[in-house]
């Protein structure tokens, strides 16, 4: 069937025009497209994420920010607690405020460093921590630091600032401040603390306790015909009972009955003559 020229004309009209809805936004206002043919003139080209500045035109963002449109014009916005401090796209925004000792706060801001203290950024403010040992025990952070070391002998500062150890704190002995806790340092010359009890000091007396003699723990144990005692530094000897001797050998026992030996009569060595007997002492016939 043969198509009139007419006709022909109308049809070619009809598929212009449906090809010209589907890529013109024809009749949308400005700043608006309609990028979903069927949807109409709602995508905001100025400030969709999705369609930024023409239809299709995805923003991405890089780490720790949101991606956003300004004006048809992909660019990004810093989370929160994050800056972009080096300017540079490639790495975002790069710097946590909170906690970065170079930039707390703000891009820029470094937290000063005292002696023997360790900068610190929190919630985007600068504090400063001792290190392990170490105090402020005068209160002048800027000044000095940490200047005091109250893990070591200082007697006025022991474990924390203001913690005095008296040096005759107990009874005979010398106490003071050692590794950051009050304690004895020396007992007085003979006087030791067996009990371990610091309350009470050096209590015990080891150069005459027969039960600590020379050292705690160390008893004179008794022996027949003597009574022991303990001699300064030298440690347990023995008194021998009347009429007994050990003929000048302390270390031995009180064996010798000198009022009845007649090889040791009235002392050692003393040898009655044939035919006598001793008593008491005495060498008779």
């Known amino acids: 069937m043969a198509v009139s020229h007419s006709a022909f004309v109308v049809l070619a009209f009809l598929v212009i025009c449906s090809v010209c809805t589907r890529n013109v936004d024809a ?29 299709g035109v ?3 963002s890089p780490s720790n920010a949101t991606p956003v449109c300004s ?9 929160q607690y994050f800056k972009d ?15 970065d000792v170079k930039n707390c706060g703000r891009c820029g801001k470094v937290c000063p460093q005292f002696k023997n203290a360790v900068s610190q950024c929190r919630e985007g403010r600068c504090t400063s921590k001792c290190m392990p040992g170490y105090s402020d025990c005068n ?11 109250v893990m070591g002998s200082d007697g006025d500062n022991c474990g924390k600032c203001g913690s005095k150890c008296a040096f005759n704190q107990y009874p005979f002995g010398v106490y003071g401040c050692t590794a950051g806790k009050c304690q004895l340092i020396q007992c007085y010359r003979g006087m030791t603390d067996c009990n371990g009890n610091i309350t009470d000091g050096c209590e015990t007396n080891t150069y005459s306790d027969l039960n ?37 050998r302390p ?35």
Not at 85 to 99: F, H, L, P
């Open 27 to 55: 009749g949308c206002p400005s700043g608006y497209k309609d990028c979903g043919y069927s949807r109409g003139c709602k995508s905001a080209v100025k400030s969709d994420v999705k369609n930024c500045g023409n239809c």
């Open 212 to 248: 600590n003699c020379n050292g705690c723990g160390s008893v004179c144990a008794a022996r027949p015909h003597s009574s022991p005692i303990c001699v300064n530094s030298l440690g347990c000897y023995f008194i021998c009972d009347e009429g007994w001797s050990n003929c000048n």
């Open 58 to 60: 995805k923003c991405h």
């Open 85 to 99: 401090c080096d300017k540079r796209k490639d790495n975002g925004c790069e710097v946590a405020i909170r906690t």
């Open 71 to 79: 004006n048809g014009v992909c660019g990004y916005r810093c989370k």
């Open 251 to 285: 270390w031995e026992e009180c064996r010798v009955d000198i009022y009845n030996d007649v090889n040791n009569c009235g002392e050692c060595y003393n040898t009655c003559p044939t035919g006598y007997s001793c008593k008491k002492g005495v060498c008779t016939q």
């Open 139 to 149: 209160n002048d952070m800027v000044k000095d630091g940490c200047e005091t070391f």
